[in-house]
């Protein structure tokens, strides 16, 4: 299976789905040191190995996994993570917020803002409240393209994650989505989800309003 997604001036991004439950794995590669970083190691850690060995093509240098970055902390997103960890002896970051229920400690911590960066490659965590506490899309500006946000299951195709029926995360997930993500960054943006397809937030846009009347 061809897991290269983008072939971008700086980096590349390799995504596969794992697991019967469509998980999405992104690696991203910087192609002059190679460093590397991984969101969400959900499942299958032969396929995610075989993933790591696919990179060895998308640097001048060897390429090395320096970060693990978890977008929330729902099991189905870390099954692979202590594996992984033990495996390459990478660093970790995820939302501070979900720290605790993560089945590794955390190098990174994070709150909104952050930047969490290996030589190459700076990604900016954007915590969305509402699907867990601690949600974080992690988000790479490129200087010569689209930015890329890689939403966990805070944002997909046609709405935002599950916050099983509460009122009140549902309208917190909707405005920091709304606040964070589509008043921070151009319709060009492309969302990379946890699951299925991407999509850009010009192509979800539109339908904000529709999301939040419908209260999912």
């Known amino acids: 299976m061809d897991s290269l997604l983008y072939d971008l001036p700086a ?29 969400d190691a959900a499942d299958d850690l032969p396929a995610i190995q075989q993933l790591l060995r696919d990179s060895s093509a998308d640097a001048s240098v060897e390429p090395r996994l320096a970060l693990i970055a978890t977008t929330h902390q729902h099991w189905d ?17 995820a939302g501070k917020d979900d720290a605790d229920a993560l089945p590794v400690a955390l190098d990174r911590p994070l709150e909104h803002g952050d930047s969490v960066a290996v030589d190459g490659c700076e990604l900016t965590a954007v915590h969305l409240r509402g699907h867990t506490p ?7 500006q490129d200087p010569e393209g689209p930015t890329h946000i890689f939403s966990g299951d805070s944002l997909f195709p046609g709405g935002v994650g599950n916050t099983q029926k509460d009122p ?5 997930l909707i405005t920091d989505v709304s606040e964070r993500l589509f008043g921070a960054y151009p319709d060009s943006a492309v969302v990379h989800p946890g699951h299925g397809k991407p999509t850009t937030l010009g192509a979800e846009r539109p339908h904000l309003e529709q999301w939040r009347a419908r209260g999912w």
């Open 134 to 140: 601690g949600s974080i899309a992690f988000v790479y």
């Open 77 to 93: 997103h870390v099954r692979a993570l202590k594996e992984l960890t033990a495996a390459t002896g990478a660093a970790t970051a």
């Open 168 to 172: 009140e995360r549902f309208t917190q």
């Open 11 to 39: 980096l590349t991004i390799r995504r596969i789905s794992v697991s019967g439950m469509d998980n999405n794995v992104y690696l991203l590669t910087a192609k002059a040191s190679g460093e590397q970083v991984l969101i």
